[in-house]
């Protein structure tokens, strides 16, 4: 259990480590900084937290950590109750100062490593954060990178800037990659019930992390190397889009071929062994798939090697909304319609089901295409209040009916989505492959 603020810090996986050169009789104020309180450090810190150490959340952003204090969050039920309880405990604090970061034994680093509208890794939130971390590095620290990047990301922006500043790994600090393995707005598993993958630039840096991470999972596994798990992230996350875009794939077939893809879906997925369920959808959103691929085609291309499965498969997910604009045309035109002037509804605009987040959201991309064709646009979200679509900022819509769409593009369903009103609108687009079977819906 963590210790009273300003005591010597105990066990190994704290300051005093061997093959650490400072004091083992290092003081530090919290045992755990987690640097990023957004989807993955928010509810990494309140685990850490229910492990029983001292944790200081840093955010740049302060209205981000108002949000976390009014317990806004957007989080799993079982993690807003700890929120709560972290909120009144002395031991847990919130903060925007990253001079604070010297007063922490280990630092995570939880940052957004996204990508640009051409799919070039933009790498400047990480590299501010972990220059941040650098700077304020003190002997006997643990640093640990969890954010995903490229192969040798831990090495270029942690290693070589510590080694700047004479602060070597292994023997003044530790440093280690452990990619986060959270699945947002999902609750089959909890942060505690899925194995850590973690890798140290030293042996020592591998079992500080191992040891501090161990407090609150009950696995982790250690790999040789730090650039061994950040491949291991990389690999999850391209696993995951050669996948999909293989599902979506077999909807096109199935469609042309007038075979229900979810009846061929459902069939092959009760054989248990040998397949694992992936389902089509107008695309692919949030923080890992249509980004995470991309840093390793981009590191890839500067090494002149090829990687045609991953680079197939990024493009057909990329293509994916652009599809779901076609095809809202085509079924327009079927009904004698253009899509210029057409009022187009979109159901639902986060990136995945009973989340809070449109980043990298197919909805988005799908409303700018439609409104660059001339269609009037809306969206009906109860998650979503406003949405940003280019230089347009859309408000949902509450009454779909008083909108009066011509069509509307089934996008995401979230729990409780009261979707009775589908059954009076004169044409729905189901991207989910969800609805049920009804004269005015047609698949993707």
């Known amino acids: 259990m963590a210790g009273v603020p300003g005591a010597e810090l105990p066990g190994p996986e704290l300051a005093g480590a061997p ?13 755990v900084a987690v640097v990023g309180m957004g989807y993955v450090g928010l509810p990494t810190s309140l685990a850490f937290r229910e492990a029983g150490y001292r944790v200081l959340g840093i955010d740049v952003s302060d209205q981000r950590l108002q949000t976390i204090r009014d317990g806004r969050a957007d989080l799993l ?11 009144v405990d002395p031991a847990f604090e919130l903060t925007s100062d990253s001079k604070r970061l010297s007063s922490a034994a280990a630092v995570v680093i939880a940052v957004p490593t996204p990508v640009d509208h051409h799919l070039v890794p933009d790498l400047s939130i990480l590299r501010s954060a972990c220059a941040g971390v650098v700077s304020r590095a003190v002997p006997g620290q643990l640093l640990v990178l969890t954010s995903t990047s490229y ?4 090495r270029d922006l942690l290693v070589q800037p510590l080694k700047e500043r004479g602060l070597y790994p292994g023997t003044d600090l530790h440093v280690a990659f452990s990619p986060e393995r959270i699945n947002p707005g999902v609750s089959d598993f909890s942060q505690e019930e899925v194995p850590r993958v973690v890798g140290g630039i030293t042996a020592a840096c591998g079992h500080r992390a191992e040891s501090l991470l161990g407090k609150y999972v009950p696995r982790v596994h250690l ?4 650039e061994a798990a950040e491949m291991t992230k990389l690999l999850e996350n391209t696993f995951r889009a050669v996948n999909i875009a293989l599902a979506n794939e077999f909807a096109d077939i199935c469609g042309a071929l007038d075979i229900s893809v979810m009846d061929v879906i459902d069939a092959a997925a009760t054989k248990p062994f040998g397949f694992m ?6 695309g692919v959103g949030g923080h890992c798939i249509p980004c995470d691929p991309h840093y390793l085609l981009w590191q890839l291309r500067s090494n002149r090697l090829h990687a045609p499965v991953i680079e197939q498969a990024m493009q057909v997910i990329a293509a994916r909304p652009r599809r779901v604009v076609d095809r809202t045309r085509k079924m327009l035109s079927d009904r004698k319609q253009g899509l210029f002037g057409a009022r187009i509804l979109v ?6 089901p009973d989340v809070e987040d449109v980043r990298e959201s197919p909805a988005l991309e799908i409303l700018a295409g439609l409104m660059e064709e001339g269609a009037t646009v809306a969206y009906t979200d109860p998650l979503i209040r406003q949405i940003r679509s280019g230089d347009t900022v859309l408000d949902s819509v509450t009454d779909p009916a008083a909108f009066a769409p011509d069509l509307v593009i089934m996008h995401t369903g979230h729990t409780g989505f009261d ?6 609108v004169p044409a729905v687009l189901d991207t989910t492959y969800r609805l049920p079977a009804a004269d005015n819906v047609q698949l993707l």
């Open 19 to 31: 093959g650490v050169a400072a004091s083992a009789a290092v003081r530090f104020d919290f045992d």
């Open 77 to 87: 039920e079982a993690d807003r109750d700890r929120l709560d309880q972290a909120l």
């Open 151 to 154: 192969v040798g990301s831990t």
């Open 223 to 226: 790999v040789p190397t730090a």
């Open 277 to 282: 369920r992936f389902n089509p959808g107008p």
């Open 347 to 352: 159901a639902g605009v986060a990136y995945k």
């Open 419 to 424: 979707l009775g009103w589908l059954s009076s």
